[in-house]
Antibody, heavy 124, light 111 residues
Framework: QVQLQQSGPGLVKPSQTLSLTCAIS??????????WNWIRQSPSRGLEWLGR?????????DYAVSVKSRITINPDTSKNQFSLHLNSVTPEDTAVYYC??????????????WGQGTLVTVSS | QSVLTQPPSVSGAPGQGVTISCTGS?????????VHWYQQLPGTAPKLLIY???NRPSGVPDRFSGSKSGTSASLAITGLQAEDEADYYC???????????FGGGTKLTVL
């Protein structure tokens, strides 16, 4: 049974960096089949895929165009987790952030396991 | 404005059935990418309900079923129960955006 446990601050000041971590149990961040994603949800933008990291002999990342200039997703193999860093945040980045697994990195696949969600508010 | 279009709300009486539509375009559903459905209860993460257009994960009742045709997909729920009251989201992949995309969500009310 795969479990994803999120951690990180719930309040970030404008222009600073939002950082969250997703700890994996029951699978490996270095899996040769799965992909590890960040998704956010807000009333104004709905559910929005932000990006992913996955390992296929080397590490790959894909990011949504809307955040591509501001986002980094990093794997941490020593702790079996992955992180999200979103810089230069504005109140528009206020949302519930989720980590989620895709069991196969092929494009047509689904998100089968989700973290519990973290409400991040961008405010001074 | 979500890439996939769903009705904002649907409702039905206990025991009845409802259908939730999900309309896409030639760059997502119409391009042949699978459609998946999620159920979200208040204050919780989305839960996978249907994957690969019409497959149920273990533990999901067979009252839930999915279908896909052309640029659209549908989620059907039969024998409505009070516990089915939730938000439902469709999801696919969009080749123009190079991104996984979601519908705007449909709130199901069990009358």
């Amino acid at each position: 049974q795969v479990q994803l446990q999120q951690s990180g601050p719930g309040l970030v000041k404008p222009s600073q960096t939002l950082s969250l971590t997703c700890a994996i149990s029951g699978d490996s961040v270095s899996s040769n089949s799965a992909g590890w994603n960040w998704i956010r949800q807000s009333p104004s933008r709905g559910l929005e895929w932000l990006g992913r990291t996955y390992y296929r002999s080397k590490w790959y990342n894909d990011y949504a165009v809307s955040v591509k200039s501001r986002i980094t997703i990093n794997p941490d193999t020593s702790k079996n987790q992955f992180s999200l860093h979103l810089n230069s945040v504005t109140p528009e980045d206020t949302a519930v952030y989720y980590c989620a697994r895709i069991p196969d990195a092929r494009l047509e696949y689904h998100f089968d396991y989700w973290g519990q969600g973290t409400l991040v508010t961008v405010s001074s | 404005q979500s890439v996939l279009t769903q009705p904002p709300s649907v409702s039905g009486a206990p025991g009845q059935g409802v259908t939730i539509s999900c309309t896409g375009s030639s760059s997502n559903i119409g391009a042949g990418y699978d459609v998946h459905w999620y159920q979200q209860l208040p204050g919780t993460a989305p839960k996978l309900l249907i994957y690969g257009n019409n497959n149920r994960p273990s533990g999901v009742p067979d009252r839930f079923s999915g279908s896909k045709s052309g640029t659209s997909a549908s989620l059907a729920i039969t024998g409505l129960q009070a516990e089915d009251e939730a938000d439902y989201y469709c999801q696919s992949y969009d080749s123009s955006l190079s991104a996984w995309v979601f519908g705007g969500g449909t709130k199901l009310t069990v009358l």
